[in-house]
């Protein structure tokens, strides 16, 4: 499978490509209908895991706050159709936390989920469509895209067009 980088300088960078992450779903909302679309954010604290959701929500039309799910865990949005689940599962003590707060509702078709410290949530959580890893680069970040199966690839793709 192939892994596509992205260089990102600046933090304007990184909103651009949750911008063009966006513009990827919004072409394959019928799929995510169809069979849901699981992304896995990983990268050191303040690597910029929240940044990029909050940009891609920004773009497909949310004007609400985004915040980081840091304490509650999970924020749930609704914009464009989908459901858009945003976890962060860094505050877990145990995996078991992910199967007792009924997060598995919160994955498959016609939803969308962005999860941040995947590992904690291990091997509770669903699998993966697409791996999204962001790198400290000097002051700036790089972020590799990495499918996990034919579906996140063709979503990676469409972001890199
Ligand atoms: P995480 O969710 O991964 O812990 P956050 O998104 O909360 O990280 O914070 C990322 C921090 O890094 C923010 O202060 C943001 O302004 C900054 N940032 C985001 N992208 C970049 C980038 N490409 N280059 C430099 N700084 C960035
Ligand atoms: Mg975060």
């Given at each position: 499978k192939e892994?596509?980088?992205?260089v990102l300088?600046?933090e304007a960078?990184?909103?651009?490509?949750g911008k063009?992450?966006a513009?990827?779903?919004?072409?394959h909302s019928?799929e995510?209908?169809d069979?849901?679309?699981?992304?896995?954010?990983q990268?050191?604290?303040?690597?910029?895991k929240?940044t990029?959701?909050?940009?891609?929500?920004?773009a497909l039309?949310?004007?609400?706050?985004v915040?980081s799910p840091?304490?509650?865990?999970?924020?749930?949005?609704s914009?464009q159709g989908l459901?858009?689940?945003?976890?962060d599962?860094y505050r877990?003590e145990?995996?078991?936390?992910?199967?007792?707060a009924?997060?598995?509702?919160?994955?498959?078709?016609?939803?969308?989920?962005?999860?941040?410290?995947?590992?904690?949530a291990?091997?509770?959580l669903p699998?993966?469509?697409?791996?999204?890893l962001?790198?400290?680069k000097?002051?700036?970040?790089?972020?590799?895209?990495?499918?996990?199966n034919?579906?996140?690839?063709?979503?990676a793709?469409e972001v890199?067009e």
């Amino acid at each position: 499978k192939e892994i596509l980088s992205f260089v990102l300088p600046d933090e304007a960078s990184t909103e651009l490509l949750g911008k063009r992450l966006a513009e990827a779903v919004l072409k394959h909302s019928k799929e995510i209908t169809d069979r849901g679309l699981n992304i896995r954010l990983q990268g050191t604290l303040g690597a910029g895991k929240t940044t990029l959701t909050r940009a891609l929500l920004r773009a497909l039309g949310f004007t609400g706050r985004v915040r980081s799910p840091t304490f509650t865990l999970v924020e749930t949005y609704s914009v464009q159709g989908l459901a858009i689940n945003h976890f962060d599962f860094y505050r877990f003590e145990s995996p078991e936390e992910f199967e007792e707060a009924g997060f598995r509702d919160l994955f498959g078709a016609g939803r969308m989920t962005l999860c941040e410290w995947p590992d904690k949530a291990e091997p509770f959580l669903p699998p993966a469509d697409l791996l999204i890893l962001i790198d400290l680069k000097g002051d700036g970040r790089e972020a590799k895209l990495c499918p996990e199966n034919e579906w996140g690839g063709i979503v990676a793709k469409e972001v890199e067009e």
